[in-house]
């Protein structure tokens, strides 16, 4: 297979594909968005234009840069506008049949030489991808929150991935500037395998030890030299994400320190969600 990836498209432009569409056009992609209602579809256009108008305001990109990028990004309710698109990445919510529903109809869509990707943070590609009838043509590429802040992406193969697809995938994560990480489709990939059960660890610690976020926080910050604290962390990831992700791990190894913390699964049912709601452990504007 070959072909130059040229227009990019985004099923789903919640929090990570406003990022990712972000990332592509700023990289010089066209990109076509998808969502669910204009309404939706409009909203993230208007996150995208909030976020580049900031990067000019601080010098990042000029105004006419970014009036271009904008207009590189086509919205759409229509999966059939797809079509045209040599690569799409889904990022949809994280749910296995939502995806695989997505994946049956892309399926049909787009042309036979298009790349299907899932932006999944914790679900199995290979499972996403016998949803299609080529399975093959399928790779994961997961994005890190925000977007267009952490370069990291984790591009995975499944076990039939055509060496040529997940080279085109690997190589169009270059393209867009980020730092690209080959691995294989195991439960949380590499980052999350680590991540997640370090970071219920240090919430559990809270109760256990009687101590306060802020102090979990500094203790990671000037005891490891994290960047951010595990508690701020999660509310920047949104803990209702965090506790999907936990899950999803603990489904599929059945490990202790992968099932979500109590603590979180009640902040997530009382609806204190971390920066998107204003309030998890700490309280946002």
């Known amino acids: 297979m070959a072909g130059e990836i040229r227009t990019v498209g985004v099923l ?18 066209d990109v076509v968005g998808r969502e669910v209602s204009a309404e939706l579809g409009e ?38 506008d797809l079509a045209g698109c040599e690569l799409v990445i889904e990022a949809a919510f994280e749910d296995l049949e939502v995806k695989r529903g997505l994946f049956a109809e892309l399926d049909q869509t787009l042309g036979p030489d298009a790349i299907l990707a899932t932006n999944t943070s914790a679900l199995s590609v290979t ?32 076990e039939v991935t055509e060496g040529d697809v997940f080279d085109r995938a690997y190589a169009f994560a270059q393209a867009l500037g980020k730092e690209p990480i080959a691995c294989h489709d195991t439960p949380g990939f590499v980052v999350n395998r680590i ?13 256990e030890a009687r101590v306060a976020p802020e102090d979990v926080d500094r203790a990671m910050r000037f005891g490891t030299n994290w960047a951010i604290g595990p508690c701020a962390l999660i509310d920047l990831i949104g803990v209702d994400v965090h506790v999907h992700a936990s899950e999803a791990l603990y489904d599929a190894l059945r490990e202790p320190r992968m099932a979500p913390p109590p603590r979180l699964v009640r902040m997530t049912q009382a ?15």
């Open 271 to 285: 609806g204190h969600l971390g920066r998107k709601t204003g309030r998890g452990f700490y309280t946002y504007d």
């Open 12 to 29: 789903g432009l919640g929090t990570m594909g406003a990022g990712i569409a972000q990332v592509c056009v700023q990289a010089g992609f």
């Open 127 to 158: 499972e996403i991808a016998a949803a299609t009838s080529r399975p093959e043509c399928v790779v994961g590429m997961h994005f890190f929150n925000p977007a267009p802040v952490l370069p990291l992406v984790e591009v995975v193969r499944t």
């Open 195 to 207: 991540l997640i059960p370090l970071l219920n660890d240090c919430v559990r610690v809270l109760d």
């Open 43 to 80: 909203l993230a256009k208007a996150r995208v234009d909030h976020y580049l108008s900031r990067g000019v305001e601080k010098g990042r990109l000029t105004a006419e840069e970014k009036d271009a990028a904008l207009a590189r990004l086509r919205l759409t309710t229509d999966i059939g």
